[in-house]
DNA sequence: CTGAAAGCGCTAACAT
DNA sequence: ATGTTAGCGCTTTCAG
């Protein structure tokens, strides 16, 4: 594997011109670019990324840290990241916390700690006052995505506003009585996101004059079979059940609209269903949903980590920032049967 | 940050004793390790990555192409990975093919030759020559995982054999009319996976003297909706409508099932349906399957690529390395309808 | 078992 | 615009 001495020799230069040349940084005269270039086409040169952080303290590689992978939010956030980072020519160093205990505390204790991350993503990531300090401790930019971290930059979507467009989206088709199937407690943990959507979801309510009434809220944990269950809870009662339910997540929102066939309830004509995310099974179940767009959340992570270590000092920004989303109208959303 | 001087001066001791103590390599005295790993542990020191790649030529990275992250199958695999990894102080970086051109051709043009890797893992990669080429000329340890690359060691389960299973099982119940959703032509690019899958369900068959109807087959995409149309295909039919089907992956297996409820058919009194995968909906549908184990798949070719690193040599092994399957038993499937 | 010292391959002052 | 050179922080012979 050819070195920089070699591209040096072959072009007739010294290896700071290469180094200059190939870097982009420093001034080099457009013929000796070229020989540079040339020289380091022929011989497959490639810079050795060690030696290069060794020398810069820069390594070119971001760490992106999510509690796991499967589930379509998460793996989506990391395409967007990984695509983002590829075009800056950075690598994207995976960090999975999932399978608990020991990992999950080495990860903070030593793997992050290397000095072989220009920064850090955390996606989602409820974390105790000790790993955000070895956050901290890294020294590094860092920004969150889906959820803030103690004094982060987070990016999210702003979850009582999205919750109140889905409702509102009901409440303008004539809905009355509303089910929702949030988070259960276990889940709030999690930044509140359940609780935030709650809230806009009885802000909504609350601004059309309805009451909002307790037995109209069923707990799951955001999964398709915890949103189905929860529908049927809903759905099974004789009086009082819902022409409408607004499901906290897409998954739970399939599971409510395969619970309503179980019933021999139709979407949207005897019950209209809607969720939030956009996932990747909505438009085949027809599921109107308020879109949000993990890829774009990774690459606008990314956007952020690569302004601050290029162009140095952050711009001034909120500690969260927020994301964009948006009703998609599909078939699982109707106006109330006349 | 303190570096390896600091402990070293701290303990009382040379940095290559430092070295020797934090890295298990050579001889240390008991005596001497207390003193270094304690005056380690208070500064905090963590080795920094770069100088011990420069120095060593390891990186303790080991690089991971999946062509996209989306999808049980990828991001279980890489998820499997990870955790073996981390496990054994190894950083994973992921590239994602997914995007197209340019990116695709920088990862193996650039980002695989920059020596930050010890070894890769190709997940499902259908490769083009060039591109086999460039993981070879990474000089490094490279093993596949779901579909053969030329010439590489490769994990995967034998998908005639699981097609086989699958079949037999529908056979065993007394079905004769057996769908099969399977691949389109696009689709077989990627290993001949589906076609081998077919071979095993046409082997069954035949072994089973029945004879095989083309009218039975459906080709789809592997998506939940592929599988859906193609259902409805195959069991809109007024005669020969099949009394099973047997598709190619639990995704296609899952918009069987649902095409089957939509035509007003039970699942598995009237048609019985088995998949391949035991993917993450697979229980939530009840769906019978095939399972196989990504999760496993990404430890057991770390593991490969472990021994490969660190005994030396690797042992005689196959080129093919077959991975555990298992009949998974739900209600989806059930005996002929008396 | 431990220490001294020579690099690993590159970058970034500093000169020119 | 280009060359010279001193490290970056560690690992690893080689001596002792």
């Known amino acids: 594997m050819a070195g920089i001495e070699d591209v040096a020799r072959l ?57 796991f992978l499967a589930g379509w939010f998460f793996s989506s956030v990391v395409e967007g990241a990984q695509r983002a980072l590829l075009r800056s020519g950075y690598d994207l160093t995976l960090y999975n916390l999932a399978g608990g205990g020991d990992e999950r505390a080495s990860v903070f204790d030593n793997f992050l700690l290397r000095q072989r991350l220009d920064a850090v993503i955390a996606v989602s990531l409820e974390l105790t006052e000790h790993e955000v300090d070895r956050l901290y401790a890294v020294g590094k930019p860092l920004v969150g995505v889906g959820g803030p971290i103690g004094g982060v930059r987070t990016l999210t979507i702003d979850d009582r506003a999205v919750a109140r467009l889905a409702t509102e989206h009901l409440l303008s088709l004539g809905h009355t009585r509303i089910g929702h199937i949030g988070g259960s407690k276990e889940f709030d943990l999690d930044f509140h996101l359940p609780t935030n959507r709650r809230f806009g979801y009885e802000g909504a309510l609350e601004a059309a004059g309805i ?77 109107t949903t308020i879109a949000q767009f993990p890829q774009g959340q990774g690459e606008k992570a990314v956007e952020i980590l690569m302004e601050e270590l ?14 964009p989303f948006e009703l998609k109208l599909r078939s699982s959303t109707a106006g109330l049967r006349p």
Chains 1, 2 share one sequence.
């Open 11 to 67: 072009a007739g230069v010294s290896t700071a011109t290469v180094s200059r040349t190939l870097s982009g940084k420093g001034p080099v005269s457009a013929a000796t670019q070229l020989k540079v270039e040339a020289a380091a086409g022929q011989l497959g040169y490639v810079v050795s990324s060690s030696a290069s952080s060794l020398a810069s303290g820069r390594t070119k590689n971001i760490g992106v840290v999510v509690p």
């Open 310 to 323: 290029h162009a140095g000092a952050l711009e001034p920004m909120g500690l969260n920032i927020s994301m």
């Open 211 to 287: 009451d909002i009434s307790v037995d109209l809220f069923e707990p799951a944990d955001f999964t398709m079979r915890g949103g189905y269950q929860a529908a049927r809870r809903l759905l099974e009662r004789d009086q009082f059940r819902p022409t409408a339910i607004f499901a906290a997540s897409d998954e739970m929102a399939i599971g409510a609209i395969l619970a309503a066939r179980d019933l021999g309830l139709s979407v949207p004509q005897d019950v209209s269903v809607i969720g939030i995310d956009d996932h990747e099974l909505a438009d085949f179940f027809g599921l």
